[in-house]
């Protein structure tokens, strides 16, 4: 757990309390950068928002977007309702007034925690049927006509990145995200699995093209039949012309 | 081996087999950008680079060989030595990063790794090209002032390839891994000068 707050004594508690509980606890006075955060790898965020000063919301969106799995819960002063419902919008998972009781806000803790394990989230999510491929997150794999792809670890998390993503994902947001590390100036890592995804897909679904590559930004998901002579549709969509885009 | 044989200049076969060692050096730096521009598909062309190893290690002996056995030589005996481990270093360079590569789980590539293999190719061509030269000590500052630029070039880019790794957040491994490889693809570029001066000691010694 990281928490960001600038009053030590109630940190100081708090950080007792989370241990007494198993958790490691980091707290600092100052932000911690998104990227160090991802290094940090934790499982929760608590944050207090006057400790990010008048640029919280920005960095509140950072960070729920780079970490879309970390429980984020802002702990903090007086706030108005606006304020509480655009960070819960921003992917925030809970917003705790101060005064509070720190064992309440563990509790907050525990359930955002809850909330967001992966196993939760498989409940929730049902498989996810694109063209022909169906992504089903709780076998961590993906298949074509009941066919399984085979995909490794990393392959499918990819895959389940870029299918949850209805945007142009940036390579290097890509291998934050799955590799949970910045990645290095000129790593080829994301365009070989991404290849080799695409390999696996052609051989299962020859009639799809799945990935879209966006020269010198990244990829995009947009299922489309593989025909040559048509300008291609995605499935579910309405028609999607990437004249900067290639697709395999 | 008869007298007439010891005494005579043997010349021809110590250029010959230069020569070979100089399409040898050649044929693994375009393995080594081959397999690092395609990587991780074409990881079976590390035995092929081993094999390049193995007839580099052949030449070399042969060389070493023919050393011991003759009193005449067309240039210096130490020249000649010299000339056939440098030749013999970038070889080994290259196979260790062919090995590493595996060795090491790499995944993917880093792209001034392909570029610094290219530079390497590069270089290696014009080793190649000048090996040949030597017979008749012709001039050949035109590919030894093309294989000084390449190093130079090469020098550029490990400095910025290996800062590059130090950038904030990046994984420990990551580091450990390429900063290796990038110090063995560097020390590969530096041999092509090495051999690049012997050759031009040779040729001024020898005019």
């Given at each position: 757990v990281v928490v960001i707050d600038p009053d030590r004594g109630f940190t100081h508690v708090l950080g007792e309390r989370f241990e007494a509980q198993g958790w490691l606890c980091t707290a600092v006075a100052k932000p911690v950068s998104p990227p160090a955060l991802v290094r940090l790898r934790p499982s929760a965020l608590i944050v207090d928002a006057s400790a990010l000063g008048p640029c919280h919301e920005s960095y509140l969106d950072e960070v729920c977007a780079r970490l879309p799995m970390l429980a984020v819960t802002v702990c903090t002063g007086p706030s108005s309702v606006a304020e509480r419902v655009s960070a819960l919008r921003l992917g925030v998972d809970a917003w705790v007034s101060k005064p509070c009781h720190p064992d309440e806000l563990i509790a907050v803790v525990d359930a955002t925690l809850l909330g967001n394990r992966p196993d939760g989230l498989a409940v929730v999510d049902a498989p996810a049927v694109r063209a022909e491929l169906t992504i089903r997150a709780e076998l961590h794999q993906a298949f074509v006509g009941g066919k399984s792809l085979e995909l490794t670890s990393r392959e499918f998390e990819i895959l389940q990145l870029l299918a949850h993503a209805d945007r142009v994902l940036r390579r290097e947001e890509v291998y934050e995200r799955v590799w949970g590390y910045a990645m290095a100036d000129g790593d080829r890592s994301v365009d070989v699995f991404v290849r080799r995804l695409r390999q696996k897909l052609k051989a299962a679904s020859p009639g799809w093209t799945y990935i879209d590559t966006h020269f010198g930004v990244g990829y995009r998901f947009a299922p489309a039949a593989?025909?040559?002579?048509r300008p291609r549709v995605a499935a579910g969509h309405s028609q999607v012309v990437h004249t900067s885009a290639r697709s395999l | 081996m008869g007298l007439s044989q010891l005494l005579a200049p043997p010349g021809r076969e110590y250029f010959a087999l230069f020569e070979e060692a100089g399409a040898n050096v050649l044929r693994a730096a375009e393995l080594l950008d081959q397999m690092l521009a395609s990587y991780p598909d074409q990881g079976e062309l590390a035995a092929e680079i081993l094999d390049c190893e193995h007839n580099g290690d052949r030449i070399t002996h042969h060389l070493i060989q023919h050393l011991n056995n003759t009193?005449?030589?067309?240039?210096d005996r130490e020249d000649i030595h010299r000339l056939a481990g440098a030749l013999d270093n970038i070889v080994d360079y290259i196979e260790e990063v062919a090995d590493y590569l595996g060795l090491y789980r790499v995944e993917a590539p880093m792209a001034q790794a392909q570029q610094m293999a290219k530079i390497l190719r590069e270089s290696c061509a014009e080793i190649a090209a000048a090996l040949p030269l030597l017979r008749g000590f012709q001039d050949l500052r035109r590919h030894t002032i093309e294989i000084n630029r390449l190093e130079n070039e090469g020098d550029r880019l490990t400095r910025e390839a290996i800062a590059a790794l130090f950038n904030d957040g990046i994984d420990p491994m990551v580091v450990i891994r390429w900063k290796d490889l990038y110090e063995r693809l560097e020390d590969a570029i530096d041999s092509t000068e090495d051999v690049a001066n012997i050759m031009e000691g040779i040729v001024i010694k020898n005019r």
């Open positions: 593989r025909v040559a002579e | 009193f005449v030589t067309p240039i």
